[in-house]
């Protein structure tokens, strides 16, 4: 018959009938503190000398492109001013024609006014003075005679003392194709009408800009 074995005296004997109690915890070893990480430098050590050599090149067409890009945004505004001061000038010469011809229509307006206005009126500038502001020409951009003679008509009927001879009836009625009265001042149409009928175009071209002068300053 075989002898048991003898009891191990370390190990505490499970109580009888119950269950086996759970091993205690173990804990966790201490972690080591974050290594902070390397201060930056200008080189990238993971790169190595053939991968900062690129990055320096990729940095300098960066630059460059930069540069380019600036130099075409001014190049493109310096043209856009010159197109805009060009518009400016061609606008200026726009107007400046353009008030050239009002004058020139205005003191042709003025002409006429005044050589139908002579013989009716006893001085013929009130007449072009009183219709200075009106619209005598045609669609065509001649002139309307028949609007001023009609504008005449109607100056007479509210200003009748205007009229020739009606505040003097033994002053003849003043006749252009004959010129200036002896002893009276011609108007201005009269001495150009004389300085054409005699060929001086450079006195009758001063006569007609010293109507325009007169005409504008009013």
Known sequence: MSTPPAPNPTVEPAPAGGPTPPAPPTADPPKDPATPPPPATGDDPALGPAGEKALAEWKKRAKDAETLAKQQADQLQAIEDAKKTETERLA??????????????????????EALAAGRFADPQDAVDALAAGAF???QGGIDANAITGALDDLLTRKPHWAAGAGNPSVPRPDPSQGA??????????????????????????????????????
Do not use: C, F, M, Y
């Not at 009265?181 to 201005?188: C, D, F, I, Q």
């Not at 001495?191 to 504008?216: P, Y």
């Open 181 to 218: 009265r002896p002893g009276g001042t011609p108007t201005l149409a009269q001495r150009v009408a004389e300085a054409e009928a005699k060929g001086d175009t450079r006195l009758a071209i001063a006569l007609k800009s010293q109507q325009l002068r007169e005409i504008s300053s009013k």
């Open 92 to 113: 200026d010469r726009a107007k400046a024609a353009e008030d050239r011809a009002t004058a020139a229509t205005r003191l042709a307006v003025a002409s006429k006014v």
């Open 137 to 139: 020409t045609t669609d």
